[in-house]
């Protein structure tokens, strides 16, 4: 089902953070993976995090991640996670070694996968940054999700088993937000 945590009123406005044009890569949140099993971080984005302005002049709450280096291939899994009715709006930007864009993760491409806003992807040659900036085109509108819940029993009667279905449909609503809980989630690719 769609499990949330407690009512988190959402962050409409960045408003009171002095912003920064660009990231400080020195600043970056290291991601651990050891090439043989998952690894999984989760970050907090809050009124208090750090800010960037965009070219439009638009500012943005952000957290960066330096993505593990090494030739081991590796997917990446971003989830912003519903806190009651708030989900923060993801925006994913991979960066190279000097900072700058070489690809965007379209927000229009991201799932709700077990309850949360998720994006999968693998890192390319010279993406060694992964940037998670809010979308401000996305943040104070709402929307709704329904998760239907089924069960089946199995009943005896007259000698023969049958199976019943019975469930039930939850429509739960949703507003996004500029802050939120995001978990990463690094795995190690199949080889055989």
């Known amino acids: 089902g ?40 989760s970050l907090e984005i809050s009124a208090s995090s750090s800010c960037l302005t965009d070219t439009q002049g638009r500012r943005r709450l952000f957290r960066l991640l330096r993505l593990p280096g090494g030739d081991i291939p590796y997917t990446v899994s971003v989830a912003s996670l519903a806190h009651g009715y708030t989900v923060f709006a993801p925006h994913f930007m991979l960066l190279n070694a000097r900072g700058e864009t070489v690809r965007e993760i379209d927000p229009q491409t991201l799932m709700f996968r077990s309850g949360s806003l998720t994006g999968i ?15 401000p085109d996305a943040v104070g509108k709402r929307f709704s999700r329904t998760v239907e819940n089924m069960t089946a029993t199995m009943v005896a009667a007259g000698g023969a088993f049958f199976h019943i279905y019975s469930g039930d449909d939850t429509t739960n609503s949703f507003v996004y937000s500029h802050a939120g809980e995001i978990v990463i989630t690094v795995y190690p690719v199949p080889t055989s």
């Open 121 to 135: 992807f693998r890192p390319r040659a010279g993406e060694r940054y992964l940037l998670i900036v809010s979308n």
């Open 2 to 41: 769609c499990q949330t945590k407690k009512d988190v009123p959402p962050v409409l406005t960045v408003s009171a953070a002095e912003c920064i044009a660009t990231p400080v890569l020195d600043s970056s949140v290291p991601m651990t993976f050891d090439g043989k099993k998952k690894s999984t971080q």
